[in-house]
């Protein structure tokens, strides 16, 4: 590939270092690969979806594939543990609960946790408040309790998965927004203020600025992004909301909200899964929405009434796609670059496919193909402008 003077060559650039990003470059790094990362906020920045504190991590999912797909995400976690020296996963068991006539049957996760084996128990409304007295359910309501489910941290393990990265040799800028991607028959070349790059492969993982970058290439993704809301809330008594006596929680419905213990302080954090109103990164305001907050509220006082009152919200950004499955693969016609996208729901799966990322951004005799098929830029639900939107999960 011809270089402007001054170019910088690189086997791999990745572009966005959140969860997914700084994931695959600390994988592609690791395996010995020439790596630029490139950010264009400073690092650790609260302006995406990789920023505060805890994320859930579970096996309980809706579909086998991704059932399966949990399984390499404990084990990925368990690597990071361990190359990084710190501990990321805190295990507090996590109950899914559903109510009569839920938007999201239990069957569909009892099912796909059987087909990959995982053990579970279904309690009932008495056998939750016996064991959680903390916990207020309405009568029908069908709870499903996984013992491995944890909490992970956001923040801390984004900045140690960029610092395992450089340990191996990467490059990573941050205050380096990328203007313009050129697709070659023979290489990549990024352009950014601080200088041209080239690379024989991008990995782009932009979330919700994915587009800015793919549309010149035309090959745009249907997005949404929301403007999520989550908030903490102070118990009177945090003893009763620890992780070693509270689990995380799932509220299986229609609005779906999710919940964690206190967790490196004395509140309990709370959100609604795709409740936010719809934005741009330039439109949203970062403020917090009071409908939303008192829907959140009053929802936490009926089924958690020690939980106590909000002491304060924080925003992040949803970028989903109309069936809210990852994005994973190559762009059809530009197929050095490579898009990961997380959907809402990545960042339990962050160092899992950010090593999938760097297996397709190497040689393809080095991962399997199968396992992407699904999250394909080429598949229906991103190439047919009908295709339904479904966010549940």
């Known amino acids: 590939m011809s270089a402007h003077a001054g170019t910088r060559t690189f086997d791999v650039v990745v572009i966005g270092l959140g969860g997914l990003g700084s994931a695959a470059a600390w994988h592609l790094a690791r395996s010995g690969r020439r790596v630029l990362g490139l950010e264009q906020f400073a690092f650790g920045h609260d302006r995406g979806a990789s920023h505060d504190t805890s994320r ?3 096996h309980s999912y809706h579909r086998p594939d991704y059932v399966r797909l949990t399984h390499h995400a404990y084990a990925d976690w368990a690597t990071l543990e361990e190359e990084s020296g710190e501990t990321l996963v805190t295990t507090t068991g996590g109950i899914d609960l559903c109510p009569e006539g839920s938007a999201l049957p239990l069957d569909d996760y009892t099912k796909s946790l059987d087909s990959e084996r995982i053990p579970y128990e279904v309690l009932g ?3 939750v408040r016996a064991r959680w007295p903390q916990v207020r359910l309405p009568e029908g309501t069908s709870t ?10 956001a923040a801390q393990s984004v900045a140690a998965m960029q610092r395992l990265a450089v340990q191996s040799g990467a490059v990573l800028m941050d205050r380096t927004p990328v203007t313009e991607v ?3 028959a023979n290489g990549v070349e990024v352009v950014t203020p601080a200088g041209r790059f080239s690379a024989e492969k991008v990995v782009l993982c932009g979330d919700a600025w994915t587009n800015r970058l793919l549309e010149p ?5 249907p997005l949404t992004v929301l403007d999520q809301q989550i908030t903490y809330f102070e118990p009177a008594d945090p003893s009763r909301y620890t992780p070693e006596v509270f689990p995380v ?9 999710f919940g964690f213990p206190c967790y490196g302080e004395a509140t309990v954090k709370a959100g609604e899964d795709c409740g936010g109103p719809e934005v741009t990164p330039e439109t949203r305001t970062g403020t917090t929405d009071p409908v939303m907050l008192e829907r959140l509220s009053s929802f936490m006082a009926a089924t958690f009434p020690g939980s106590g009152a909000p002491v304060r919200s924080k925003r992040c950004l949803y970028t989903l796609t109309p069936d809210r499955d990852f994005v994973l693969g190559a762009v059809p016609g530009a197929e050095r670059i490579l898009v990961g996208l997380g959907a809402g729901h990545a960042y339990k799966f962050a160092p899992t496919l950010g090593r999938m990322l760097a297996e397709l951004a190497g040689d393809p005799a080095l991962g399997a193909t199968e396992p992407y098929t699904p999250f394909r830029l080429d598949r229906p639900a991103l190439t047919d402008p009908d295709h339904p939107v479904n966010w549940m999960t």
């Open 217 to 221: 290439l035309g090959a745009a993704i």
């Open 56 to 58: 859930i991590l579970r």
């Open 182 to 184: 050129h697709h070659r």
């Open 249 to 257: 929680w799932i509220w299986l419905d229609d609005p779906s909200f």
């Open 125 to 127: 409304v008495e056998e």
């Open 144 to 153: 499903l309790y996984q013992e491995r489910t944890s909490i992970v941290p």
